[in-house]
């Protein structure tokens, strides 16, 4: 029964330590925070630009041109709610319109004139003059058109229209990672696991078996837990406990090798006749490729 519950309490430890490394945050790459930031900045510019618009004096518009403008407005304002803005991947560290993005994603203005039916006008000036600021475009003739019939001035478009800053690249500074990878979670929990399970073995009924695994697994830990040293936050959490688990395992196993003889003649010590199993051996297993890395317990019992 003391088997068991050591295999049981060391299962138990893995599948917690892999929870904990699946739980943990991905640190925010600069290239996330820097779009995350845009997508801040032109929220507020559009919801600028909507108050603008509505305290427009209309009068002067016809009752077709007041309706298909109250439209737009509307339409800018659920294109501002789906937050999906283009992005300039093309210049680092300026401000440049884009009609359409390297992906497809359209501006402000380009979204509404696409909306309306007229992408005919949109994939003209994407393909042309993406990056071309409404006032340049006031020589195409079907642009101008357009935004006669809708009921907005060349001023107003070019207001709706914003600038998208370019990716800074390494003058982001990446935030310190101190979360927790998912591979070194897994490792953690692998070795781990088996550091306990031999622990229990090494102090109730040792065999070699138990004593090489409390030594690899226990070594393992140990040179898992001081390789993240240097870490903050959960890391450095997870590399302490490492270190200290690793240690006891190790120093139980060697304690067993030396205390106990017949470990050190190759015999095992005999099962009441009344336990569960005769034999068994825990022992890590770590199976690595090139997509992934795969960290276990392999045990193999006699009943």
């Known amino acids: 029964m003391k088997r068991v519950s050591v295999i049981l309490a060391a299962t ?30 032109l929220r507020a510019h559009f919801d600028a630009v909507d108050i603008e618009l509505r305290a427009r004096d209309v009068s002067r518009l016809s009752d ?72 340049e475009l006031t020589d195409d003739r079907k642009l101008v058109a357009w935004l006669d019939a809708s009921g907005l001035s060349v001023s107003e478009a070019a207001r709706i229209q914003p600038v998208y800053e370019g990716d800074p690249g390494s003058s982001f500074r990446e935030p310190e990672r101190t979360s927790i990878s998912t591979k070194y979670g897994l490792v953690s929990a692998g070795f781990g696991g088996v550091s306990l399970a031999s622990l229990g073995f090494n102090v109730f009924s040792a065999s070699r078996t138990s004593v090489a695994a409390g030594l690899i697994a226990g070594a393992a830990s140990v040179v898992a837990g001081v390789s993240r040293t240097n870490s903050q936050g959960p890391r ?14 190790a120093i139980a196993a060697v304690r067993a090798l030396f205390s106990n003889p017949d470990v050190r003649s190759g015999t095992t010590a005999t099962t009441s006749k009344r336990g569960m199993m005769g034999e068994a051996a825990v022992a890590p297993d770590l199976i690595v490729s090139p997509t992934e890395t795969r960290v276990g317990l392999r045990l193999n019992a006699r009943f």
């Open 12 to 41: 138990a430890s893995t599948l917690l330590l892999s929870a904990a490394a699946w739980r943990a945050e991905r640190p925010v790459t600069a290239r996330e925070a820097h779009i995350a930031t845009e997508a801040v900045r």
């Open 64 to 135: 077709a041109q007041k309706a298909s403008r109250v439209k737009l407005i509307g339409w800018l304002r659920e294109y501002r709610d789906a937050g999906q803005f283009p992005v300039n991947d093309r210049f680092a560290n300026e401000t440049v319109p884009f009609f359409r993005d390297s992906k497809g994603t359209l501006c402000a203005m380009a979204y509404l004139v696409d909306r309306s039916g007229r992408g005919d006008i949109v994939d003209q000036i994407a393909k042309t003059r993406n990056n071309a600021y409404i006032r």
């Open 236 to 249: 450095r959490s997870l590399a302490t406990a490492n270190i200290a688990v690793g240690s006891i395992s």
